[in-house]
């Protein structure tokens, strides 16, 4: 017996309304729907993991700084490890970023369409999310973003670039200029940032309330690991450790992250050969009745000419391929999103879209 509706506690009447991030799990051949790599990483990586995983005291409490995984990735961005703040998965990162500088009677900004986390994560926070438009080329747009930020006075704004889910990216000096115009912190959500040629951590430094989040789940083969982290100014990461549950991130997760940063040179060649097989997927698509945006990212967004997106999805579901329905997102109408994956997956997912497509 289920207690009655009626008889449950309510939750906050600002959760009320909120419907949660749903990106189906469901069971097919081909998923190409949440950006993860389309390769575990390397077997060596496993071997060490392993070998390290069996010193591990599991009855002490790990170390609470993350000492030696803030040293790695500190030393693999040229920062210092004060400037490095590292939680479970880049989603707790941003949670933890609304958590001390959003939360009730404040607000976050974001410029859709963008990562639907975001006004999530914010939310959640007990933050007020206020909402801009990107240009018609999904870009920011610099008087846009001043319009928001004048009028709403954010204390986060958020900017993901490589944008989630239009592969869009963003040059830094027009991130220098959001960060010059936004009054609060500037959140810059780089998920994607090793696939592209450009990157916002050049700007980071005491001197701007900036900070750039990357995570493990995507480049790193690491989407079960929930690893992420930021890099930005050390009195800001000194500010998130005080919001942090005790001992957040467990031990070995700790020891995940820092051998895997030992794999390094493997993994930027797996990003490399990702970017080419993204093009090679791009030039696919081009010659298929769809429009497609340029993407800086592992994954491609498009648009089905003459074809409901929806149906397209649908189709593509039918012979066992998943990509990700954005056709009923705003701004996206009847777009769809298609993770890289392996060549083999990549040409199962464009014959099975040439097939659907056919007139
Ligand atoms: C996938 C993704 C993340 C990753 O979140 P994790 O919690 O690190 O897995 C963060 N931001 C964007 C834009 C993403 O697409």
Request: charged share 20%.
């Amino acid at each position: 017996m289920s207690l009655p509706l009626r008889a449950r506690p309510a939750v906050r009447p600002d959760l009320a309304l909120l419907e949660g991030y749903h990106s189906p799990q469901v069971d097919v051949a081909i998923r190409l729907n949440t950006n993860e790599a389309p390769v575990p990483p390397p077997p060596a990586f496993a071997d060490a993991l392993a070998a390290e995983l069996s010193r591990i005291q599991w009855h002490r409490y790990p170390d609470r700084a993350a000492t030696a995984l803030r040293e790695a990735v500190a030393a693999a961005h040229g920062v210092e490890p004060e400037q490095v703040f590292a939680a479970n998965g880049s989603n707790e990162v941003l949670q933890t970023v609304c958590l001390a500088y959003g939360g009730h009677g404040r607000k976050a900004a974001l410029f859709s369409p963008t990562y639907l986390m975001h006004g999530q994560i914010a939310a959640v926070a007990g933050t007020e999310v206020v909402v801009g438009a990107r240009a018609a080329d999904l870009t920011l747009d610099l008087a846009e973003v001043e319009r928001v930020v004048v009028e709403h006075d954010p204390a986060v704004t958020f900017v993901c670039s490589p944008n989630n889910p239009t592969g869009t990216i963003e040059d830094p000096a027009t991130i220098a200029a959001v960060a010059d115009l936004a009054p609060g912190v500037v959140v810059v959500d780089e998920a994607y940032g090793q696939f592209a040629d450009r990157s916002a951590l050049e700007l980071v430094g005491d001197d701007r309330p900036l900070v750039v989040t990357r995570t493990f789940s995507k480049t790193w083969s690491m989407a079960a690991a929930r690893l992420g982290y930021l890099i930005g100014p050390t009195w800001l990461v000194a500010e998130l450790e005080k919001v942090v549950l005790p001992y957040h991130l467990d031990a070995a997760k700790q020891v995940a992250g820092r051998v895997a940063l030992r794999f390094g040179a493997e993994m930027e060649e797996r990003v490399a050969a990702l970017v080419a097989e993204r093009r090679r997927l791009v030039d696919r698509l081009g010659a298929l009745p769809v429009q497609q945006w340029r993407s800086d990212a592992n994954f491609v967004l498009f648009r089905p000419l003459d074809r409901p997106g929806r149906q397209v999805w649908q189709g593509l579901l039918d012979r066992s391929v998943l990509v990700r329905d954005c056709s009923s997102w705003p701004g996206l109408d009847g777009c769809l999103r298609v993770t890289v994956g392996t060549v083999a997956e990549d040409d199962a997912f464009l014959d099975a879209l040439t097939e659907v497509l056919q007139p």
